[in-house]
């Protein structure tokens, strides 16, 4: 196999690399807690982009349910992410015949 021709192929594939994980980036994933009553947005990057609280579960008392819901839809928004950058840099893996 000639070297330019496989200098070209990876040139090529990083370039598909960081494009996907542009476009990946830029996405935003729902997690949500308690039926959707909290719902949190993030993007590829892990950063908060919304959070949403229905307002029939605000209570003072219920301060630390409330708490670990925000986590339980953050991290169920985090799964999203993991998901879609493995779901999407897996096709490239399939293209080097990982």
Same mark, same amino acid.
């Given at each position: 196999? @000639?070297?330019?021709?496989?200098?070209?192929?990876?040139?090529?594939?990083?370039?598909?690399?960081?494009?996907?994980? =542009?476009? /990946?980036?830029?996405?935003? +994933?729902? $997690? !949500?807690? !308690?039926? $959707?009553? *909290?719902?949190? *947005? *993030?993007?590829?990057?892990? =950063? *908060?982009?919304?959070?949403n609280?229905? #307002?029939?579960?605000?209570?003072?008392?219920?301060?630390?349910?409330?708490? #670990?819901?925000?986590?339980?839809? +953050?991290?169920?928004? !985090?799964?999203?992410? @993991?998901? !879609?950058?493995? @779901? $999407? /840099?897996g096709?490239?893996?399939?293209? /080097? $015949?990982?």
């Amino acid at each position: 196999m @000639d070297i330019n021709s496989l200098m070209k192929q990876a040139q090529a594939m990083q370039k598909q690399l960081e494009e996907t994980t =542009r476009k /990946l980036n830029a996405m935003q +994933f729902e $997690g !949500s807690a !308690s039926n $959707g009553m *909290v719902k949190v *947005v *993030v993007n590829g990057e892990y =950063r *908060v982009v919304s959070v949403n609280i229905d #307002e029939e579960i605000i209570n003072k008392e219920d301060k630390e349910m409330l708490e #670990e819901m925000i986590m339980i839809a +953050f991290n169920d928004a !985090s799964q999203k992410i @993991d998901q !879609s950058k493995k @779901d $999407g /840099l897996g096709s490239m893996a399939d293209m /080097l $015949g990982m």
